[in-house]
């Protein structure tokens, strides 16, 4: 058990990183936070707002958050998409997954992690983690087993997490504060709730919130293999931070959060976004978009020149009003400006475009940017943008998805919803392995494919130009043609093993054999009746051919 000296350790750690974390709240995700998600509420952690209150007066061009949305909405339908196929398993090592019995288990565990997937809330909490790390750069998710749904996740407010990484830069250690009602905590903790919490929901008042935190950390000391809750791989502390009371202690056998970073930094473990990156341009183009709407408002409504004295009656502004005046002492004109308008605009355009950018909207606007360029420049512009934002994906990969599908196996695994696994891949299976076939991943796959068939093509042009048909002994036509169905990720079914085409060639060839052997035997029975039908009372081949055999 956890002593009371730990959790004071546990408190005084979670003070130092949320002190820390204060300079990203103030510099980094609030001003992140105005350009993209302007009606998100505040980004710090000590001002709170009210929820129905009126924001977002201070953004003046929304290209900030559209090109987010873009990002967001790109990344989740490229990655995780609801109605596409986005990953597979395989095992290590390889040979196994010809094994048929190995297949069908594999097919069964990703069929039923789908369903669970569908019949989870994962599509709404991971498209809001793909908007927290384009505007924020980190992401946070909680993935808990759920006796009714199987499974549930929870996108986590920024604001409420301290993080710290192991010696490889892994996010292994998370701090979260919420707020619960008494009611609630009451119902999840009975008896061990402090008194005052109780009181709060004895008197009726149910709905009153209390500060709790929980800490998830590894653990240095327990009995490795042992599955109870107080020897767990990673702690799991459930506290009431007023009192530093334990209401609870359990463990994980794996990290229960994933926490992806868009782009990681080598000594902080916070990341740093498109957003936060394009902090820069964003504040430029919102006082471009600011200055262009005055500057517009100058020209339709410029200031007016109003003599100092004489004009006693109420001045009509309005389209077609009348103002009178005596010419004797001046009249009402404006205050012209020269406002060069087309130029801040094209200005203010310009700016809009190196936003874009940095939320890699021209590589999910692409094909729409130019209808009528040809398949090869779609080609090259699609394996273009696709090596820029590869680094982006691998990230995805690893953080995120890797962490999310790890978690959900060993959920599903460990509550019995996956069948017992083949006695062969217990006795040589060391790694279920994680292939993505989602769109995203799938046209990056596909860039090999593609070079692939350039290859063939040159050497389909050499064979016709020079006639030498050696050309293409180079290529192996059966490893193509597997490499190829790898990369688009074309079902098992179609494919034969190399063992099956083995044994088909063999069988070709020695059906190939017995047909030569038979039209062989065939032509010697012909040639035997040839030969009996031979006179040899008259001079002929054969006569003469006995006679050489017989020295004459």
């Avoid at 109420?314 to 404006?334: H, Q, V």
Wanted: proline share 5%; glycine share 6%.
């Amino acid at each position: 058990m956890t002593s009371q000296d730990q959790v004071n350790q546990l408190i005084r750690r979670h003070t130092t990183l949320k002190n820390d974390r204060v300079y990203w709240e103030a510099e980094l995700w609030s001003p992140a936070m105005d350009f993209c998600q302007p009606q998100a509420g505040s980004m710090q952690s000590n001002n709170t707002r009210q929820s129905g209150e009126l924001r977002g007066q201070k953004v003046y061009d929304g290209t900030p958050e559209w090109a987010c949305d873009v990002l967001v909405n790109g990344m989740y339908s490229g990655l995780t998409p609801d109605n596409y196929k986005w990953f597979e398993w395989s095992v290590a090592p390889e040979w196994l997954n010809d094994d048929p019995q190995v297949k069908s288990y594999l097919q069964q565990c990703e069929e039923i992690t789908y369903q669970a997937l569908s019949e989870s809330n994962y599509s709404e909490s991971t498209l809001g983690v793909y908007r927290q790390q384009a505007v924020y750069g980190t992401g946070c998710k909680y993935i808990e087993y759920d006796p009714q749904k199987i499974l549930n996740f929870q996108r986590i407010r920024l604001t409420n997490v301290c993080i710290a990484e192991d010696r490889a830069g892994k996010i292994d250690t998370l701090f979260r504060e919420f707020k619960w009602s008494a009611r609630n905590a009451v119902k999840q903790w009975g008896n061990r709730c402090p008194t005052i919490i109780r009181n709060a929901v004895e008197s009726g008042n149910h709905d009153t919130e209390f500060d709790f935190l929980h800490v998830v950390y590894p653990r240095e000391d327990y009995i490795h293999g042992k599955r109870d809750r107080q020897n767990m791989p990673f702690a799991s502390l459930w506290l009431y931070q007023a009192e530093k009371k334990i209401l609870d202690e359990g463990g994980y056998l794996s990290f229960p959060f994933s926490v992806p970073r868009w782009d990681r930094e080598d000594d902080v473990p916070w990341g740093r976004g498109p957003a936060i990156k394009a902090l820069q341009d964003m504040g430029v183009l919102n006082q471009q978009g600011k200055t262009n709407l005055i500057a517009a408002h100058k020209m339709v409504e410029p200031p007016l020149a109003i003599p100092e004295d004489g004009f006693n009656k109420a001045i009509d502004l309005s389209p077609g009003g009348f103002n009178y005046y005596n010419p004797t002492r001046g009249e009402i004109r404006p205050i012209m400006s020269s406002i060069n308008l087309p130029f801040a605009v094209d200005m203010q355009d310009r700016t809009q475009k190196a936003v874009e950018r940095r939320f890699f909207v021209d590589v999910f606007l692409m094909l729409t940017e130019n209808p009528k360029m040809t398949a090869t420049e779609v080609l090259e512009r699609k394996q273009e943008k696709l090596v820029i934002l590869g680094p982006t994906i691998g990230q995805q990969r690893r953080e995120h998805l890797d962490n999310d599908l790890d978690r959900v196996f060993e959920i599903l695994n460990e509550n019995g919803h996956f069948p017992d696994p083949p006695d062969i891949l217990l006795e040589y299976g060391n790694k279920i392995k994680t292939e993505y076939v989602s769109p995203l991943a799938m046209a990056q796959r596909r860039i090999e494919v593609e070079s692939t068939m350039r290859v063939y093509q040159v050497a389909g042009n050499i064979v016709q130009l020079t006639g030498r048909t050696d050309a293409i002994d180079v290529l192996n036509d059966e490893e193509t043609i597997r490499l190829i169905a790898d990369r688009e990720s074309a079902p098992v079914e179609i494919m034969k093993t190399r063992e099956q085409v083995q044994a088909e060639r063999e069988a070709k060839q020695q059906q190939m054999e017995d047909m030569q052997a038979m039209q062989e035997a065939a032509a010697m029975t012909q040639g035997a009746k040839d030969l009996g039908g031979i006179k040899t009372d008259q001079p002929n081949v054969l006569t003469d051919a006995v006679k050489g055999l017989a020295g004459e």
